[in-house]
Protein backbone atom coordinates (compact mmCIF):
# COMPACT_ATOMS: atom_id res chain seq x y z
CA UNK A 1 0.00 0.00 0.00
CA UNK A 2 1.39 3.37 -0.90
CA UNK A 3 2.29 5.80 1.82
CA UNK A 4 1.33 9.88 1.68
CA UNK A 5 3.04 11.50 -1.05
CA UNK A 6 3.94 14.84 -1.10
CA UNK A 7 5.55 16.71 -4.07
CA UNK A 8 7.69 18.77 -4.22
CA UNK A 9 10.06 17.38 -1.41
CA UNK A 10 12.35 21.10 -1.75
CA UNK A 11 11.28 24.65 -2.83
CA UNK A 12 12.82 27.76 -2.77
CA UNK A 13 10.83 31.01 -3.21
CA UNK A 14 11.40 34.73 -3.13
CA UNK A 15 9.51 36.93 -0.99
CA UNK A 16 6.16 37.97 -2.57
CA UNK A 17 5.12 34.76 -4.55
CA UNK A 18 2.99 32.33 -4.01
CA UNK A 19 3.45 28.53 -4.03
CA UNK A 20 1.81 25.72 -4.40
CA UNK A 21 1.91 21.88 -2.37
CA UNK A 22 0.65 19.04 -3.20
CA UNK A 23 -0.45 16.06 -1.04
CA UNK A 24 -1.77 12.17 -2.30
CA UNK A 25 -3.25 10.45 0.47
CA UNK A 26 -3.48 6.65 1.34
CA UNK A 27 -6.00 5.30 -0.88
CA UNK A 28 -9.48 5.02 1.00
CA UNK A 29 -8.50 7.91 3.26
CA UNK A 30 -10.55 10.60 3.44
CA UNK A 31 -9.32 13.28 5.35
CA UNK A 32 -6.48 15.11 4.93
CA UNK A 33 -4.83 17.53 7.35
CA UNK A 34 -1.91 20.14 6.88
CA UNK A 35 0.85 21.33 9.62
CA UNK A 36 3.50 23.68 9.62
CA UNK A 37 6.51 22.72 11.20
CA UNK A 38 9.15 24.65 12.50
CA UNK A 39 12.12 24.59 15.38
CA UNK A 40 10.48 27.28 17.44
CA UNK A 41 6.87 26.27 17.36
CA UNK A 42 6.65 22.94 16.24
CA UNK A 43 3.67 21.32 14.75
CA UNK A 44 1.43 23.83 14.15
CA UNK A 45 -2.11 22.75 12.77
CA UNK A 46 -2.90 24.47 9.63
CA UNK A 47 -6.34 22.91 8.42
CA UNK A 48 -7.60 19.93 7.61
CA UNK A 49 -10.56 18.42 4.48
CA UNK A 50 -12.35 15.47 4.57
CA UNK A 51 -14.36 14.55 1.55
CA UNK A 52 -13.55 17.83 -0.65
CA UNK A 53 -14.53 20.22 2.46
CA UNK A 54 -12.72 22.02 5.10
CA UNK A 55 -13.47 20.82 8.22
CA UNK A 56 -11.28 22.50 11.01
CA UNK A 57 -9.18 25.19 10.55
CA UNK A 58 -5.95 26.07 12.43
CA UNK A 59 -5.25 30.01 13.37
CA UNK A 60 -3.40 30.68 10.21
CA UNK A 61 -3.58 34.12 8.49
CA UNK A 62 -5.80 33.90 5.49
CA UNK A 63 -2.71 33.63 2.81
CA UNK A 64 -2.68 30.18 3.71
CA UNK A 65 -5.48 27.84 1.89
CA UNK A 66 -6.25 24.29 0.80
CA UNK A 67 -8.40 22.45 -0.78
CA UNK A 68 -9.46 19.11 -1.91
CA UNK A 69 -10.46 17.01 -4.95
CA UNK A 70 -13.11 13.89 -5.53
CA UNK A 71 -10.15 11.47 -5.39
CA UNK A 72 -9.14 12.86 -1.60
CA UNK A 73 -5.86 14.63 -3.15
CA UNK A 74 -5.02 17.79 -1.29
CA UNK A 75 -3.45 20.94 -2.14
CA UNK A 76 -2.18 23.95 0.05
CA UNK A 77 -1.64 27.68 -1.84
CA UNK A 78 0.47 30.01 0.04
CA UNK A 79 0.16 33.66 -1.06
CA UNK A 80 2.35 36.75 -0.82
CA UNK A 81 5.18 34.50 0.79
CA UNK A 82 7.33 36.22 3.80
CA UNK A 83 10.57 35.04 5.36
CA UNK A 84 8.60 33.39 8.29
CA UNK A 85 7.20 30.59 6.14
CA UNK A 86 10.10 29.06 5.78
CA UNK A 87 9.39 25.58 7.39
CA UNK A 88 8.89 22.05 6.82
CA UNK A 89 5.08 21.63 5.56
CA UNK A 90 4.01 18.20 6.44
CA UNK A 91 0.58 16.35 5.16
CA UNK A 92 -1.12 13.83 7.11
CA UNK A 93 -3.64 11.02 5.83
CA UNK A 94 -6.32 9.40 8.38
CA UNK A 95 -9.03 7.20 8.62
CA UNK A 96 -10.88 8.00 11.48
CA UNK A 97 -11.91 4.27 13.60
CA UNK A 98 -14.10 4.82 16.54
CA UNK A 99 -11.82 2.03 18.48
CA UNK A 100 -8.38 4.00 17.63
CA UNK A 101 -9.26 7.34 16.84
CA UNK A 102 -7.73 9.54 14.00
CA UNK A 103 -4.44 7.96 13.58
CA UNK A 104 -2.16 10.23 11.10
CA UNK A 105 0.08 8.85 8.82
CA UNK A 106 2.48 11.75 7.41
CA UNK A 107 3.80 11.92 3.95
CA UNK A 108 8.19 13.20 3.98
CA UNK A 109 6.70 16.82 3.88
CA UNK A 110 7.66 19.73 1.61
CA UNK A 111 10.77 21.86 2.92
CA UNK A 112 9.90 25.56 1.73
CA UNK A 113 12.15 27.89 1.75
CA UNK A 114 11.44 31.53 1.35
CA UNK A 115 14.20 34.31 0.57
CA UNK B 1 -8.58 24.92 23.45
CA UNK B 2 -7.20 21.48 23.96
CA UNK B 3 -3.27 21.55 25.06
CA UNK B 4 -0.60 18.99 25.11
CA UNK B 5 2.77 19.60 27.52
CA UNK B 6 5.72 17.48 26.90
CA UNK B 7 8.57 17.28 29.05
CA UNK B 8 11.13 16.98 28.91
CA UNK B 9 11.86 19.11 25.64
CA UNK B 10 15.27 17.78 25.30
CA UNK B 11 17.13 14.69 26.85
CA UNK B 12 20.91 13.51 25.72
CA UNK B 13 21.54 9.92 26.95
CA UNK B 14 23.60 7.44 26.88
CA UNK B 15 23.54 4.12 25.22
CA UNK B 16 21.85 1.39 27.34
CA UNK B 17 20.25 3.92 29.89
CA UNK B 18 16.54 3.94 30.24
CA UNK B 19 14.10 6.62 29.97
CA UNK B 20 10.90 7.96 30.15
CA UNK B 21 8.84 10.78 28.18
CA UNK B 22 5.79 12.82 30.02
CA UNK B 23 2.82 14.30 27.52
CA UNK B 24 0.50 15.78 29.68
CA UNK B 25 -2.78 17.93 29.54
CA UNK B 26 -6.08 18.98 31.18
CA UNK B 27 -8.08 17.71 28.84
CA UNK B 28 -9.51 14.64 28.49
CA UNK B 29 -8.69 12.67 25.32
CA UNK B 30 -10.54 9.74 23.67
CA UNK B 31 -7.24 8.65 22.25
CA UNK B 32 -3.75 9.24 22.33
CA UNK B 33 -0.72 8.64 19.30
CA UNK B 34 2.96 8.24 20.06
CA UNK B 35 4.88 9.05 16.73
CA UNK B 36 8.91 9.32 16.57
CA UNK B 37 10.55 11.73 13.88
CA UNK B 38 13.52 11.47 12.02
CA UNK B 39 15.24 14.79 10.86
CA UNK B 40 13.89 15.56 7.18
CA UNK B 41 11.26 13.09 7.25
CA UNK B 42 7.62 13.29 8.65
CA UNK B 43 6.31 11.75 12.08
CA UNK B 44 5.71 7.87 12.11
CA UNK B 45 3.53 6.26 13.76
CA UNK B 46 4.35 4.65 16.50
CA UNK B 47 1.25 3.18 19.05
CA UNK B 48 -2.06 4.52 19.96
CA UNK B 49 -3.93 4.02 23.16
CA UNK B 50 -7.59 4.67 23.20
CA UNK B 51 -8.09 2.33 27.00
CA UNK B 52 -7.88 4.85 30.84
CA UNK B 53 -4.66 2.55 32.02
CA UNK B 54 -3.74 0.72 29.26
CA UNK B 55 -0.14 -0.25 28.86
CA UNK B 56 1.17 -0.91 25.52
CA UNK B 57 4.89 -2.60 24.34
CA UNK B 58 6.90 -1.77 21.12
CA UNK B 59 10.09 -3.81 21.30
CA UNK B 60 11.92 -1.47 24.26
CA UNK B 61 9.32 0.98 24.08
CA UNK B 62 5.97 0.52 26.99
CA UNK B 63 3.32 3.43 26.40
CA UNK B 64 1.06 4.21 29.15
CA UNK B 65 -2.06 5.99 28.81
CA UNK B 66 -3.30 7.36 32.12
CA UNK B 67 -6.15 6.38 33.80
CA UNK B 68 -7.86 9.79 33.46
CA UNK B 69 -6.97 9.67 29.64
CA UNK B 70 -5.74 12.91 30.12
CA UNK B 71 -1.79 11.99 30.45
CA UNK B 72 0.47 9.20 28.75
CA UNK B 73 4.07 8.39 28.92
CA UNK B 74 6.54 6.93 26.89
CA UNK B 75 9.43 4.71 28.95
CA UNK B 76 12.41 3.25 26.60
CA UNK B 77 14.49 0.65 27.79
CA UNK B 78 18.33 0.03 27.18
CA UNK B 79 17.95 2.95 24.57
CA UNK B 80 19.80 2.69 21.39
CA UNK B 81 21.40 5.33 18.63
CA UNK B 82 18.61 4.19 16.38
CA UNK B 83 15.85 5.65 19.04
CA UNK B 84 17.30 8.90 18.19
CA UNK B 85 14.71 11.75 16.84
CA UNK B 86 12.02 14.00 18.01
CA UNK B 87 9.10 11.82 20.07
CA UNK B 88 5.34 13.48 19.57
CA UNK B 89 2.15 12.64 21.29
CA UNK B 90 -1.09 13.97 19.86
CA UNK B 91 -4.88 13.45 20.99
CA UNK B 92 -7.91 13.76 19.43
CA UNK B 93 -11.26 14.40 21.05
CA UNK B 94 -13.95 12.03 19.28
CA UNK B 95 -16.52 14.77 18.58
CA UNK B 96 -13.62 17.51 17.16
CA UNK B 97 -12.15 15.10 14.40
CA UNK B 98 -8.81 16.63 14.48
CA UNK B 99 -5.07 15.97 16.32
CA UNK B 100 -3.71 18.12 18.62
CA UNK B 101 -0.31 17.57 19.06
CA UNK B 102 2.36 18.31 21.63
CA UNK B 103 5.69 20.18 20.81
CA UNK B 104 7.73 16.83 21.20
CA UNK B 105 10.54 15.59 23.14
CA UNK B 106 14.22 15.77 21.48
CA UNK B 107 16.26 12.77 22.02
CA UNK B 108 19.37 12.20 21.41
CA UNK B 109 21.51 8.24 22.29
CA UNK B 110 25.31 8.50 22.18
CA UNK B 111 27.14 5.56 21.35
Known amino acids: ?115 | TQLLEQSPQFLSIQEGENLTVYCNSSSVFSSLQWYRQEPGEGPVLLVTVVTGGEVKKLKRLTFQFGDARKDSSLHITAAQPGDTGLYLCAGQNTNAGKSTFGDGTTLTVKP
Open chain 1, 1 to 115: KAGVTQTPRYLIKTRGQQVTLSCSPISGHRSVSWYQQTPGQGLQFLFEYFSETQRNKGNFPGRFSGRQFSNSRSEMNVSTLELGDSALYLCASSLMLPRTGAEAFFGQGTRLTVV
